[in-house]
Each structure stands twice: as structure tokens, then as C-alpha cells.
């Protein structure tokens, strides 16, 4: 069974840290693009960032840029999400996926999502 298990969420000032980690098992990862995606109730999902098998290759929503950082270690079949200098409007439910195709096609793999709260 694929499982994508996300932690590392919680509660957090702004303009502080905070490490996701999404640990995937199931099947092996390591060729497959990972993203993280956010979701506030109410709002359509956002895709925040995503890296390529190798890590050569990123994208991100220009939101977060120079804030967040994803990074992926193929070994422990997990991707993380750095993310520093939070603001209040990073304040969601962060989803870690996984897909087969290019860092913009669609995902096929999910968590469950581990919520992040920043307060002001």
C-alpha cells in the first residue's frame, strides 16, 4: 500500500521555522517528481513547491521563493520543505505528493496533510 506520511507541522511565530518531512513507502520514489502543496479551508489547493528524481530540477510559487526550500534524500524515500521566515498567510494544511510525469503535470500519490499555523 503507497503511503505518504506527513510531519513536522504545528505552530509557529512569524518569521520563524519550520522542517515538513514527508516519508514515502509503498513503492520506490526515487524516480518520481515530489511536491508539497497547501490548502486553506474554503480556497482552492496551492502548489507551493516540487523537485525532480535527481534534485536538479525545482520549482516554486513565487509566494515562498527565497523562504522555502525543498530538498529530497532518496535513500530514506522522503522530501522535506525548509521553510523560514513564515508569515501569517503561510497558514495551511501542507500535502506532500508524488507523480510520475514533469514537476508541473499532475500528481498521483498524497498524504494526509499536517496543518501549519503561524500566527501574527
Known amino acids: 500500500q503507497v503511503q505518504l506520511v506527513e510531519s513536522g507541522g504545528g505552530l509557529v511565530q512569524a518569521g520563524g521555522s519550520l522542517r515538513l518531512s514527508c516519508a514515502a513507502s509503498?513503492?520506490?520514489?526515487?524516480?518520481?517528481?515530489m511536491g508539497w502543496f497547501r490548502q486553506v479551508p474554503g480556497q482552492e489547493r496551492e502548489y507551493v513547491a516540487g523537485?525532480?528524481?535527481?534534485?536538479?530540477?525545482?520549482y516554486y510559487i513565487d509566494s515562498v521563493k527565497g523562504r522555502f526550500t525543498i530538498s529530497r534524500d532518496n535513500a530514506k524515500n522522503t522530501v522535506y520543505l525548509q521553510m523560514n521566515s513564515l508569515k501569517p498567510e503561510d497558514t495551511a494544511v501542507y500535502y506532500c505528493?508524488?507523480?510520475?510525469?514533469?514537476?508541473?503535470?499532475?500528481?498521483?500519490?498524497w498524504g494526509q496533510g499536517t496543518l501549519v499555523t503561524v500566527s501574527s
Open positions: 505528493a508524488a507523480g510520475t510525469g514533469g514537476l508541473r503535470d499532475e500528481y498521483a500519490f
Open positions: 509503498g513503492r520506490t520514489f526515487s524516480s518520481d517528481v
Open positions: 523537485i525532480t528524481w535527481n534534485g536538479v530540477k525545482t
